[in-house]
T-cell receptor
Framework: KAGVTQTPRYLIKTRGQQVTLSCSPI?????VSWYQQTPGQGLQFLFE???????NKGNFPGRFSGRQFSNSRSEMNVSTLELGDSALYLC?????????????FGPGTRLTVT | LAKTTQPISMDSYEGQEVNITCSHN???????ITWYQQFPSQGPRFIIQ???TKVTNEVASLFIPADRKSSTLSLPRVSLSDTAVYYC?????????FGKGTTLSVSS
């Protein structure tokens, strides 16, 4: 069974631009979560989607948004990029998405904002 | 707001048992505690998950005391390939909170 895939793997953007990251979950997984990982803050939860609805949300500004499609694929969008948005963005999928969070992570998208 | 605390780093030798503790407050009684392992340039990998008392799988054990204010990941007989960063994850309301991670270094 194929794992979680994320595209692109690497991205360089300029401050003020916007970016869209894509995540394809493991087949059959309906829950997709997004995380930001930086050396200073570690792994921080952005949001979780389940059956095309945002179910949980972390403490990030409204510039960070996402959506999930009917095939469970998910996209994350960051508008008006800031230098501090440079990070590894990880996507994770899980089968049910209840409190038993056995998540499977993708390799991440490395975003650099200049 | 829930907060998790883990040791920043730990050192061990091959064949030893390693215990990594995560302190967490304000987690709901029904929420699971999950541990992940991460190697450089890879996403975290699920290790084990528990709700209370003790859980064991083929790679690790998880001990959770009755007050659920901490949990201990136990890795039996570590090898060089267990050198990685280990994270605990708890749920706090609608958010998921990762610990800052414990870097485990295993030497021969």
């Amino acid at each position: 069974k194929a794992g979680v895939t994320q595209t692109p793997r690497y991205l360089i953007k300029t401050r003020g631009q916007q970016v869209t990251l894509s995540c394809s979950p493991i087949s059959g997984h309906r829950s997709v979560s997004w995380y930001q990982q930086t050396p200073g803050q570690g792994l921080q939860f952005l949001f979780e989607y389940f059956s095309e609805t945002q179910r949980n949300k972390g403490n990030f500004p409204g510039r960070f948004s996402g959506r999930q499609f009917s095939n469970s694929r998910s996209e994350m969008n960051v508008s008006t990029l800031e230098l501090g948005d440079s990070a590894l963005y990880l996507c994770a999928s899980s089968l049910v998405g209840e409190t038993a969070y056995e998540q499977y992570f993708g390799p991440g998208t490395r975003l650099t904002v200049t | 707001l829930a907060k998790t605390t883990q040791p920043i780093s730990m050192d061990s030798y091959e064949g030893q048992e390693v215990n990594i503790t995560c302190s967490h407050n304000n987690i709901a009684t029904n929420d699971y505690i999950t541990w992940y392992q991460q190697f450089p340039s890879q996403g975290p990998r699920f290790i084990i998950q528990g709700y209370k008392t003790k859980v064991t799988n083929e790679v690790a054990s998880l001990f959770i005391p009755a007050d659920r204010k901490s949990s201990t990941l136990s890795l039996p007989r570590v090898s060089l390939s267990d050198t990685a960063v280990y994270y605990c994850l708890v749920q706090a309301g609608t958010a998921l909170i990762f610990g800052k991670g414990t870097t485990l270094s295993v030497s021969s």
